[in-house]
């Protein structure tokens, strides 16, 4: 999670941080600070400000000149020339037992002054040149959170290995788990395993950090090394079931990753059995039904490689088999929806349907009678078959109630449209959902994106061009910590935000397969100032996806109120909603929303030309359907269930 605390203390906090509240106790008499002081404290403004700029301007004469000299100029808030007396005499006096303490302000000064890269550099002086400094871990942490601010994931991680080196000493706890969660975002192995290790030793700490660091060591291919790691891991996480169920995770794909089979099945095994022994939610219930899935797909698999042919007495022995077959898939599908994992469910779901669809299609296909017997066998078969088919329909629905872009849920409404193209006449509209199909920025654009993240590192919109060049450089990691920062900082410090950022962070989202995350930031889209419909659109063509026609209605009647003049996408998404309500019934259909959306967009979207012409020939308007159908035939064909090019074809040549 990004971090949203800032370093930028005020005047004061400088002058306590270091000590410059007072000056060692032999320090000459300074005769210039002084006047500037008393000038500030007696209110003459211009005899104190040419006295500060006397002080910014002459040199220092000595250690303590000068630090007198920075403090006066702090007090007057000359907060950069303060900065830079700071930073003169620690580098004139490197040797002077304060010196730590004047690169460390100036650290500080710089970065009042909005002056990052002096600011860095300075900090980094007292950790690099005092190492034995009380201040150096505290320069060091404060160097490390300005680079990781500024998008300088790398650097950041270098700074905070001062911890890893000597975290005994230091006792900071938090800074090890920061230098291991970034060890781990930018996959350096060489800090994550110590840090994640001294983290995980922490008072508040627990296994799980290390596996941070074995997923840095698997990524990195050190595959032995992250073995070794997990196995204390494993030792450790004993009383801790869901520590223990990521560990067996990591477990079986570092098994599979080397080739052993044997050791993978024992870790996947285990993972099954303590889900069932502590029904832990989160990444064990997962995890437990994925394998439960690939269970339940290899017996639908040798279940559909069971031929149905052959004479009757052949094709009885086959079909007792397969019947057989389909039962025990059937019921290692269920096993999967008893873990509650959306994910695998809709999957297993899906599964189901195509089980039940291709029993169906090879019994219709098998031929045990002669042809001339076949037309007659044939309709008798079929009726036969439907309530198996109905079995794969109700299989599809199930998969239906899963929210969000996926594809076992595209596979079930597809195979919906294809059984039951009555009930579900239309389904994923490419036209409503151009934005969330963008790319990311790309390469090209990473020099200017990171140089605007350095300037500010509270720019929302720099911070997510960063995390759209990660992406573009397949480094997910990296781009989704972007991606969460830029949603953190949004939420925690109530930055104001526009719908065109939360579209940029659905695409992230969908980018990282997080469907849910892509849904809400949609719905932060259409809840900002000034939408402009797009995310709302975005919505609605998901619900018409997912072939939720009611809730794909009410979106789309949403999306019609914002702005003057609804936008087409708008308009399109709620009369084709408005026909899947209307299950495809023509006299149902929404005629005055379709002849609006014709007049008012060009060129209009096939499906809405084939629907209108149903409508009209249902009114009796049969030249206005054929000149419709017309346009309809001449225009790209769209996915279409309900086969309306046949339609329109058989209705031009009447």
Known sequence: ??????????????????????????????????????????????????????????????????????????????????????????????????????????????????????????????????????????????????????????????????????????????????????????????????????????????????????????????????????????????????????????????????????????????????????????????????????????????????????????????????????????????????????????????????????????????????????????????????????RAIAAYEFALRVRGPSPAVAEAARALMRLRPDRYPVARVAALAPAVAEAPAGAEDEAAAREALWRDPDDLSAILAVAEVELSLGRERVARYYAQRAWDLSSIQRVATTEAFWLRQARLQRAFGLSLAERHALERGAEAAEPTGEAAILMGAEELAGLRYTEAAEVFAGALEIGVEPRCEARLGAVLAAVGVAEGDPARSPREGLERYLDRCSPPHPLALLWLARTRLSDGEREGALALCRRYLAAPSPEDPTDGRSWCEALTTL
């Open 1 to 390: 999670m990004a971090r949203t605390t800032r370093w930028r203390f005020g005047t004061v906090a400088i002058l306590m941080i270091a000590g410059c509240g007072s000056l060692p106790p032999h320090e000459p008499p300074v005769r210039e600070p002084a006047i500037a002081r008393r000038a500030l404290e007696e209110g003459e403004s211009a005899r104190a400000r040419r006295a500060v700029d006397l002080l910014a301007a002459r040199p220092p004469g000595s250690f303590e000149a000068g630090w007198a000299s920075a403090r006066a100029l702090l007090e007057a808030g000359r907060v950069r020339d303060a900065a830079a007396v700071f930073e003169a005499v620690a580098t004139g006096w490197p040797g002077h037992e304060a010196a730590d303490s004047a690169w460390y302000n100036a650290g500080f000064a710089w970065g009042e002054a909005r002056d990052r890269d002096r600011s860095l550099n300075a900090l980094q002086a007292v950790a690099h040149d005092y190492p034995a400094s009380e201040l150096a871990p505290k320069a060091a942490s404060a160097a490390a959170l300005l680079a990781e601010e500024g998008g300088r994931l790398e650097e950041a991680v270098a700074r905070l290995e001062l911890f890893v080196r000597d975290g005994a000493r230091w006792q900071d706890w938090d800074a090890a788990r920061r230098a291991c969660h970034l060890a781990w975002v930018v996959g350096d192995a060489y800090v994550a395993v110590p840090a994640c290790r001294l983290a995980a030793r922490a008072p508040d700490g627990t296994p799980r950090w290390r596996l941070l660091a074995v997923e840095v060591l698997e990524g990195a291919g050190q595959l032995r090394q992250a073995e070794r790691e997990l196995s204390e891991v494993l030792r450790a996480s004993r009383a801790l079931p869901a520590v223990m169920g990521e560990a067996l995770v990591a477990s079986a794909r570092i098994a599979t990753a080397r080739g052993q089979r044997a050791a993978a099945a024992r870790a996947r095994e285990r993972i099954v059995t303590l889900w069932r022994q502590t029904r832990e939610p989160g990444a064990l219930q997962e995890a437990a039904a994925e394998i439960l899935l690939s269970r339940a797909d290899a017996r639908a698999e040798a279940a559909n490689a069971i031929p149905l042919a052959g004479d009757l007495s052949t094709l009885k022995r086959a079909l007792e088999r397969r019947a057989k077959a389909i039962r025990e898939a059937a019921s290692a599908y269920e096993a999967v929806f008893e873990l509650k994992a959306p994910g695998p469910a809709a999957r297993a779901a899906t599964g189901t349907g195509r089980l039940y669809e291709a029993f169906c299609d090879a019994m219709v296909a098998a031929r045990p009678v002669d042809d001339a017997l076949y037309d007659t066998y044939r309709p008798a078969l079929e009726e036969l078959m439907q309530p198996i088919r109905e």
